[in-house]
């Protein structure tokens, strides 16, 4: 009965600890593939790392928790075992980064191309490590463009408790779409 106590707080959102951890210790990493693997029943298994924004763009903040809760739900619905050295190898390449998925909505297939992604931290503008803006957008039902872009910010600078803003800009410094990401909701 315990167990499942557990289990379901696990699922149903955040640690009680309260923030994202940039590094994961040996508890949290079982903790997070014990959830991914669980999480084959729930479609919205991963609304914690999901932000909106008015516009109807959105995106999902891939946090190392995130990263492997992701590969053992993978792993999960091919009814396979995560070979032992993976969650390590995908937690080194995701060190000391930030990653962020972006979907992003706009008038024309090439729209997103050269957008330019900043993290805001108080007065403070967080350049990306890695960008990957999508060349072409795919053409949605309502006639829209949409772009899949990933971002990787350092972390160096970001507390794991931290509230930050996510601005991308066109190239002419204009501002095409923000998201608050509240770090303390996501484990």
Same mark, same amino acid.
């Given at each position: 009965?315990?167990?499942?106590? *557990?289990? *379901?707080?696990?699922?149903?959102? +955040? ?5 994202? $951890?940039?590094?994961?210790? +040996? ?34 903040v891939i946090t190392p928790f995130h990263r492997l809760v992701l590969a053992a739900r993978n ?53 990306? $490590? ?13 006639? $829209? ?16 408790? $931290? ?7 066109? +190239?002419?410094?204009?501002?095409v779409s923000r998201f608050t990401i509240d770090l303390a909701s996501m484990r």
């Amino acid at each position: 009965m315990i167990a499942r106590a *557990v289990l *379901v707080l696990l699922l149903a959102g +955040p640690s009680a600890a309260g923030a994202v $951890s940039f590094s994961l210790e +040996p508890q949290q990493r079982s903790d997070a593939l014990r959830v991914g693997a669980q999480s084959i029943t729930r479609d919205s298994f991963d609304t914690e790392w999901r932000v909106a924004n008015p516009t109807g763009d959105s995106l999902t903040v891939i946090t190392p928790f995130h990263r492997l809760v992701l590969a053992a739900r993978n792993a999960a619905f091919k009814n396979e075992r995560m070979k032992d050295r993976e969650p390590e190898k995908l937690l080194r390449e995701q060190q000391d980064r930030l990653v962020i998925w972006a979907n992003l909505r706009g008038p024309r297939e090439d729209f997103a191309r050269f957008f330019v992604p900043r993290i805001l931290l108080g007065d403070r503008e967080i350049e990306p $490590s890695f960008v990957q803006n999508e060349r072409t957008a795919v053409r949605t039902e309502d006639g $829209s463009y949409l772009a899949r872009c990933v971002y990787g910010f350092p972390v160096k600078e970001i507390a794991p408790k $931290s509230r930050v803003i996510l601005v991308v800009r066109a +190239p002419d410094g204009r501002d095409v779409s923000r998201f608050t990401i509240d770090l303390a909701s996501m484990r």
